[in-house]
């Protein structure tokens, strides 16, 4: 090859990695498309949710998730124990944060975590981090816990001892007849504690004990046994798994951790 040849050769080269650098910044500067959420609320056997995967294309999880505990075994004993243990914090900071943590809007998941996280989480300033907190919430309830509720109908705590939880009479009345095992709460927050820890390794000790808070908040607000937290976090960790073998999802982590990379900055 000729110099006039090597010259060219050279010049195309550094064009075309200068394309590729530009498309690459391009994408990452790209805003995460709009999800609709307006079905989600506080849950209820009925609500609709965003989701990267469709329900069918999880597993049914009536094969890995045991039976709740029956009425007189050592855990039901146990469950009934911390209930009547946490009744106790009603007008306490914890009964009030319990209270805030009935909510599954994406804004409020977002406060929760930030703390943790290391930033704040927003749609203005983490967009794909928010939009991963938006998105996932049909994949952790309808694709992990709904299948087995309806199943195993397990009454819930508040309605079996017959008292208010510590949310309002409207969420109560929503799911008096909707099972609480497993907890889909649950599920969803610790499902995004797995994600954001992913995305900051660091704070992964803070932000996986903010997960395990948030289903504990459900077992002070009278909604659901431990038991019924406990099988969530294991189905996150499942639902979590299946998700990191979807493109769409993989893109979107990819795109949360490049955002807060720079953020970091």
Known sequence: MNSVNLSKLVKLTAVATA?????????????????DASGAGTGGSHAVFPHFLDKSMYPDYRTVVVEPPAKGSALFKN???????????????????????????????????????GIEISKEKTPWT???????????????TRTPKKVYQRVRPYVYFGERTCSTQEDDDKHVNSGSYPSGHSTYG????????????????????????????????????????????????????RLHADKDFMTALANAKAEFAAAKK
């Not at 394309?19 to 999800?35: D, G, H, N, R, Y």
Request: charged share 20%; aromatic share 14%; proline share 3%.
């Open 79 to 117: 469950d009934v124990k911390i209930y009547k243990e946490t009744r106790k914090l009603k007008g306490t900071q914890a009964w009030t944060d319990a209270a805030a943590g009935a909510s599954l809007s994406a804004d409020y998941m977002s406060e929760f975590y930030s703390p943790a996280f």
């Open 130 to 144: 928010y939009y991963l907190i938006k998105r996932v919430i049909g994949d952790a309830i309808d694709g992990g």
């Open 190 to 241: 610790y499902l995004l504690a797995l994600i954001l820890s992913e995305i900051n390794p660091a704070n992964q000790d803070e932000i996986y004990k903010l997960g395990i808070k948030y289903g504990y908040n459900r077992v002070v607000c009278g909604f659901h046994w431990q038991s019924d937290v406990e099988m969530g976090r294991r189905i996150a960790a499942y639902v979590n798994a």
């Open 19 to 35: 394309f590729f650098m530009l498309s690459a910044c391009t994408s990452s500067k790209q805003l995460p498309p709009e999800v």
